[in-house]
C-alpha cells in the first residue's frame, strides 16, 4: 500500500486521542463510535458517513450510526449480507474502494434513489473482532469531488480498528457487568441473603429511602402487603449499615406461642421451665453488634410487649428464669402486614412500642403498583429454577407475559415466584405457555395494569408491550419494525435498550 512520506500529524493526534479514550473507562461505546466515526470523516473529507453492525443470525446489516444530510433517512434501511458495497465487504470481509460506483455490479443504488442523494465513490473497510467482521465503516463522496486514495483507505483502516476494540470493550464490559452481579447475588445468597430484583420507579425509590436509613441506627417498620418482599429491604438496610459485618437474625413472631417466643427472643437460664436442660443465649445475644429482624411484628404478643419495649429504650432484658439484666448492642428492624392503625386503636398493640419500632417507617408497594417488575422478577426466578431443576426453559411467550402482566398478584411476588417454579415443572416445550401458568381465575384478565400509576409509567409499559409484540411478528428485524413503527432505527434500538425488551 503506497503512503504518503510524512504523518499527518491532525490524523496522528485524532488516533492517540481516541486510543486514550479506549484505554480509559469510557464504557459508553455508541458515543464513542460516533466519535471514531466523525473523526474517519472529517480527516478524509467526505460528505457522508455511516457506521453498520452485522445481525449475523439474520444475516443483515443494520445502520448503527449515520452522519451527512440524509443521516435520518439512512437509519431506517438495512442491507442483507452481501448486497451493497457494505455488504460485499461484511461478507468478504475485505476492504473496497469504489470511486465510480455506477459502473460496479455490486453499488446498491436504492438507498441512494429513496433518500435522494447521489453516491458518486464509497470507501468502506471492515471492522473486525478476532478476525471475524462485526461491522462496516463506509465514507461516501470526497468534498471536493476527488477519488479516495489508499492513505483515505489506510487511516479508514485504522479508525475501524478503533471501533472494533471500542465494541470488543463494550461487549466484555457487558460480560463482566452481568457475571458480576450474578457472583454477588450468590455470595449473599450463601450468607443467607436473597438477590434483589427489581427496576420500577416506586421500588427504586422505596430502597433509595432504605439506604439512607440504612447510616443511623434508628428503628425501622417495614410496612407492606403479604408476600412484597419486606425481609429483603431489611437485608439491604442491614447490608448498607455499618452493622453489615455483624449478624443478621430474622425472628417471625407468629410462628411461637408466646412462652416459646419469648425464650427465642431472650434465651434462659437452666431450670427456667421443664424442657430447660442448660442455659441458652437467645436471638438479641447473637444479634449482638449486628441487626435483628422482627418479622409479623403486628402479631407480637400483648404480654410480651412491654418486654420488647424495654430492649428498644435500654438495650436491657433479663433472661426468662433470671433476674440479671443483659445488655446488647442491636438495630431492630420490624415489619407487617397488619393494619397496625386498627391494632392500635383497638389496644392489641401498645402506641408506645409503635412509636418506638416506626422511628422511620417505610412502606414497601405491592406488585399490582410496580409491574414494571413483573417480567423481572419472572425472568429471575426463572433462571434459579432452571438451576435448581437442570431444566433449559428459554423464557415466557408473548401472550404468558401479557397474563403475567394483567393478573392482579394478591400474593405479591411470593406468589410470583410460586407461580414460575409451579410453571417451569409443567412446561413441555422451551417456553413458556399462558397454559403452563395456573393463576387464579377471579384475579386474572383485569387490565388495570395501567391503573394508578403516573401517565410516564404507563405510557412506558405500553410502549414496552407494543414494540415486542412488533418486533416478535417480523422475526425480530429491527429495521423492518421500525419502518411499520414509523421511527428510526437507531432510535429503536434504544427504546428496546431503555425499555429492556428482549428477544423470547
Not at 500500500?1 to 479506549?22: F, G, P, Q, W, Y
Not at 435520518?72 to 461478507?91: D, H, T
Not at 424442657?275 to 443465649?281: F, H, P, T, V
Request: net charge negative; charged share 25%.
Amino acid at each position: 500500500m503506497v503512503l504518503t512520506s510524512k504523518i499527518d500529524a491532525k490524523r496522528l493526534e485524532t488516533l492517540i486521542e481516541i486510543n486514550t479514550l479506549i484505554n480509559s473507562n469510557y464504557t459508553d461505546a455508541k458515543s464513542l463510535l460516533t466519535r471514531i466515526l466523525e473523526s474517519a470523516t472529517r480527516l478524509t473529507a467526505c460528505e457522508a458517513s455511516s457506521l453498520l453492525l452485522v445481525d449475523s443470525e439474520n444475516a443483515h446489516l443494520y445502520f448503527e450510526i449515520a452522519l451527512g444530510s440524509k443521516a435520518p433517512e439512512v437509519q431506517r434501511f438495512s442491507l442483507k449480507m452481501g448486497e451493497g458495497i457494505a455488504g460485499w465487504v461484511a461478507q468478504h470481509n475485505t476492504s473496497l474502494i469504489v470511486n465510480d460506483v455506477e459502473h460496479d455490479a455490486r453499488f446498491f443504488p436504492d438507498i441512494s434513489r429513496k433518500i435522494g442523494f447521489a453516491t458518486n465513490s464509497i470507501l468502506a473497510v471492515p471492522m473486525r473482532v478476532r478476525d471475524e467482521c462485526v461491522g462496516v465503516i463506509e465514507l461516501i463522496n470526497k468534498q471536493d469531488q476527488s477519488t479516495f486514495t489508499n492513505e483515505d483507505l489506510y487511516w479508514t483502516e485504522i479508525f475501524a480498528t478503533q471501533a472494533a476494540i471500542a465494541i470488543q470493550n463494550a461487549q466484555t464490559y457487558q460480560r463482566m457487568k452481568e457475571q458480576v452481579t450474578i457472583l454477588q447475588d450468590r455470595i449473599q445468597e450463601t450468607q443467607g441473603y436473597h438477590a434483589f430484583v427489581g427496576k420500577s420507579q416506586a421500588i427504586q425509590e422505596t430502597l433509595e429511602i432504605a439506604r439512607r436509613v440504612a447510616a443511623s441506627s434508628t428503628s425501622v417498620l417495614i410496612l407492606g402487603e403479604s408476600g412484597v418482599g419486606k425481609e429483603l429491604f431489611a437485608e439491604q438496610i442491614h447490608l448498607n449499615s455499618a452493622r453489615k459485618d455483624g449478624p443478621f437474625v430474622r425472628v417471625n413472631c407468629a410462628a411461637l406461642p408466646e412462652h416459646l417466643l419469648e425464650s427465642e427472643l431472650f434465651g434462659h437460664v437452666k431450670g427456667a421451665f421443664t424442657d430447660a436442660i442448660s442455659d441458652r443465649r437467645g436471638r438479641f445475644e447473637i444479634a449482638d453488634a449486628g441487626t435483628i429482624f422482627l418479622d409479623e411484628i403486628g402479631d407480637f404478643p400483648v404480654g410480651l410487649q412491654a418486654k420488647l419495649l424495654r430492649v428498644l429504650q435500654h438495650r436491657i432484658f433479663e433472661r426468662v428464669g433470671s433476674s440479671e439484666p443483659t445488655s446488647v448492642d442491636v438495630r431492630i428492624i420490624a415489619a407487617t402486614n397488619k393494619d397496625i392503625e386498627k391494632a392500635l386503636a383497638d389496644g392489641s398493640f401498645r402506641q408506645d412500642l409503635y412509636y418506638r419500632l416506626a422511628v422511620i417507617p417505610i412502606r414497601v408497594p405491592p406488585l399490582r403498583e410496580r409491574t414494571e417488575d413483573i417480567p423481572v422478577l419472572a425472568e429471575h426466578f426463572l433462571q434459579r429454577v432452571n438451576h435448581e431443576t437442570k431444566k433449559q426453559i428459554l423464557g415466557f411467550t408473548s401472550e404468558a407475559v401479557d397474563a403475567l402482566l394483567t393478573y392482579n398478584w394478591p400474593g405479591n411476588v411470593r406468589e410470583l415466584e410460586n407461580v414460575v417454579e409451579r410453571a417451569v415443572v409443567i412446561a413441555k416445550g422451551d417456553y413458556i405457555h399462558p397454559v403452563d401458568l395456573i393463576l387464579n381465575a377471579g384475579e386474572r384478565g383485569r387490565g388495570d395494569d395501567y391503573g394508578g400509576k403516573p401517565l410516564k409509567e404507563a405510557v412506558n409499559l405500553f410502549k414496552k408491550h407494543f414494540i415486542q409484540r412488533t418486533l416478535e411478528q417480523h422475526n425480530w428485524r429491527q429495521t423492518e419494525a421500525a419502518r411499520l413503527l414509523g421511527v428510526q432505527r437507531t432510535y429503536l434500538s434504544r427504546l428496546i435498550r431503555e425499555l429492556e425488551i428482549r428477544k423470547q
